[in-house]
T-cell receptor
Framework: SQKIEQNSEALNIQEGKTATLTCNYT??????LQWYRQDPGRGPVFLLL?????KEKRKERLKVTFDTTLKQSLFHITASQPADSATYLC??????????????FGKGTHLIIQP | SQTIHQWPATLVQPVGSPLSLECTVEGTSNPNLYWYRQAAGRGLQLLFY??????ISSEVPQNLSASRPQDRQFILSSKKLLLSDSGFYLC????????????FGSGTRLTVV
């Protein structure tokens, strides 16, 4: 199965700046990669999905890139706001082939946007 | 629109007692259903998944079991809880072959004492 590495230390960003979070995986290239937001005591909320044949995906202030050569995805929040403060999780299909047998998640990066 | 319901929100149970957590999905049919556990300071761990009624796949050998008696109902159970079963339990659903985002329930905080 996959192993995912996310920076487990908190990331402090000043309001208005761009926050960039990193997700690295170590085994096979996934069919797709997903990003979630999780607030304390709540379930994760789906943000974006990017497929292996896509280099970049955007949604409002969010941008995700996917580099299968580097085995890495970058998650960007532009014009960051204090309300963006949360833990952000990277997730990949559990096994190669992109089936319905579940996602494996990274431990997440805690993002803090300072006003 | 689709919604997912999970209950109870919090639960404190003694060691050795049984457990039953229920999850239901509304507004869709034949969803893929999942149970995850998030222990303190750890990532989400997939426990069980189901692609149809009566079809359960287990990812981690443990003290827990799952059942899917109806299309949109997913139940997590234990006959005898262990201290190590404490954690944040999350139910999720998705459609298709896994190339859609997952929708998570609000979770159950289980403390085994």
């Amino acid at each position: 199965s996959q192993k995912i590495e996310q920076n487990s230390e908190a990331l402090n960003i000043q309001e208005g700046k761009t926050a960039t979070l990193t997700c690295n995986y170590t085994n096979y290239s996934p069919a797709y990669l997903q990003w979630y937001r999780q607030d304390p005591g709540r379930g994760p909320v789906f943000l974006l999905l990017i497929r292996e044949n896509e280099k970049e995906k955007r949604k409002e202030r969010l941008k995700v890139t996917f580099d299968t050569t580097l085995k890495q995805s970058l998650f960007h929040i532009t014009a960051s706001q204090p309300a963006d403060s949360a833990t952000y999780l990277c997730a990949l299909d559990m096994y190669s082939g992109g089936g319905a047998d579940g996602l494996t998640f990274g431990k997440g990066t805690h993002l803090i946007i300072q006003p | 629109s689709q919604t997912i319901h999970q209950w109870p929100a919090t639960l404190v149970q003694p060691v050795g007692s049984p457990l039953s957590l229920e999850c239901t999905v509304e507004g869709t049919s034949n969803p893929n259903l999942y149970w995850y556990r998030q222990a303190a300071g750890r990532g989400l761990q997939l426990l069980f998944y189901s692609v149809g009624i009566g079809q359960i796949s287990s990812e981690v050998p443990q003290n827990l079991s799952a059942s899917r008696p109806q299309d949109r109902q997913f139940i997590l159970s234990s006959k005898k809880l262990l201290l190590s079963d404490s954690g944040f339990y999350l139910c999720a659903w998705t459609r298709g072959l896994g190339n859609y985002g997952y929708t998570f329930g609000s979770g159950t905080r289980l403390t085994v004492v």
